[in-house]
């Protein structure tokens, strides 16, 4: 289901400001139970951070490193012969990454539909207690009220300025590691915590030259010591 042209209620039961794993499944929850239910979403797809720049991407990337892994370990550790040392070429991989999430965001989208949710596309503001302003890709704005409203925004991280710190424009966070065309040659990543931990890891096993900064002196601060030790 593509995102409704115009709303066909002012009135709703419950609406959900935002359209990931918990915006989705506390609307589709709702209507279950016989609500009138409108979810708005921002962003072009629906599935948040998990689905578009998180769980499944990244477990993409790395089923893709393990498997280089594993070809140079079948060589290296069990004298496997003529095996080629892998070549990744990241540029070929990312559209096909990208479409297997396309079909997850259609599934979502059908999923609303089957529970007959309305899924608004545009930006939510709260203007009172029980009334919404929704902003569409194209300007134009129109409101929308309920008795319910659930805010299931997420949230991101601060980026600082360049007169902040000299340099930080040369920075991405872990949704910019997504939107990368071309596998950088050398990289440096930033923090000890697992997102951290994985993006290097991947970065790493795919041929990139990839250095881990951290402000102690061990990674996974909160994991088992056998881990923090081990990596």
């Known amino acids: 289901m593509a995102p409704i042209d115009k709303p066909t209620h002012e009135k ?50 790395w089923h893709a490193a393990d498997l280089a892994d594993k ?21 070929t991989f990312k559209p096909q990454r990208d479409a297997y999430i396309r079909r997850l965001n259609k599934i979502y989208e059908n999923n609303l539909e089957k529970e007959k949710v309305e899924y608004h596309a545009g930006f939510a503001r709260l203007v009172s207690t029980n009334t919404v302003e929704v902003t569409r890709p194209d300007g134009e704005k129109y409101t929308l009220s309920a008795d319910n409203i659930c805010i299931a925004t ?3 991280p601060t980026i600082p300025t360049e007169e902040q710190i000299p340099g930080a424009a040369l920075g991405i966070d872990s949704d910019g590691f997504f939107d990368l065309e071309d596998q950088p040659k050398r990289v440096a990543v930033v923090g000890a915590g697992y997102i951290a931990v994985e993006l290097a890891g991947v970065l790493h096993t795919l041929g990139s030259e990839t250095h881990l900064i951290i402000r102690r002196d061990k990674v996974l601060r909160t994991f088992d010591p056998i881990l923090q030790d081990t990596l």
Request: aromatic share 10%.
């Open 154 to 156: 997420g949230g991101r």
């Open 71 to 91: 070809m140079r370990h079948a060589s290296a550790g069990y004298h496997f012969q003529g095996v080629p040392e892998p070549s990744f070429s990241w540029s």
């Open 12 to 61: 709703y039961d419950y609406i959900c400001i935002g359209g990931g794993s918990g915006g989705v499944a506390s609307s589709r929850r709702a209507a279950s139970y016989g609500k009138k239910v409108a979810l708005i979403e921002v962003s072009p797809h629906l599935g948040g951070t998990c689905v578009n720049v998180g769980c499944v991407p990244k477990k993409i990337m």
